[in-house]
Structure formats: C-alpha cells, structure tokens
C-alpha cells in the first residue's frame, strides 16, 4: 500500500508539471494542475496516516520485545 500510494503522490506531482497522465483513456482531457495538485495531496494525506499507524504497531511490537530492567 505504502508503495502504490509514493508513486501515485509522484505520478500526479508529474501530472502537474506537463507529464502525460498514464490512466487517461484516449480522447480524454488531461488532468488541470490543480485537481493534480489535490488529488497529490490527498494521496499524501493518505501516505502520512498510513506511515502513523505502522511506526504505532511497530514502536508496541519493539517495546513488547525488548525486556525492560
């Protein structure tokens, strides 16, 4: 998941500054810059929440783990 949502977030962030959009059927409008730049925001959004939640489980698996004195 993690990786499909980077190289979305720099799909549309290359959307944006004139590369062709590789899900546009032809005939299809390209994307404006500014709907590329919110849907690479969300992607983001959705990028940083996920990352939250593994370093979360992680630091609880390491503590778990790891013997306290």
């Known amino acids: 998941v993690e ?6 977030v720099l799909v549309m962030i290359g959307v944006v500054f ?8 032809p005939g299809q409008a ?5 709907g590329a730049w919110f849907f690479a925001g969300f992607l983001a959004l959705l990028l940083a929440v ?3 939640f593994t370093i979360h489980h ?4 390491v503590r778990e ?4 004195q």
């Open 30 to 34: 390209p994307a404006e810059p500014a």
């Open 58 to 61: 992680c630091r609880r698996f």
């Open 50 to 52: 996920e990352k939250w």
């Open 3 to 8: 990786a499909y949502l980077l190289i979305m």
């Open 18 to 25: 004139g590369s062709p959009d590789p899900t546009l059927e």
């Open 65 to 68: 783990f790891i013997p306290t």
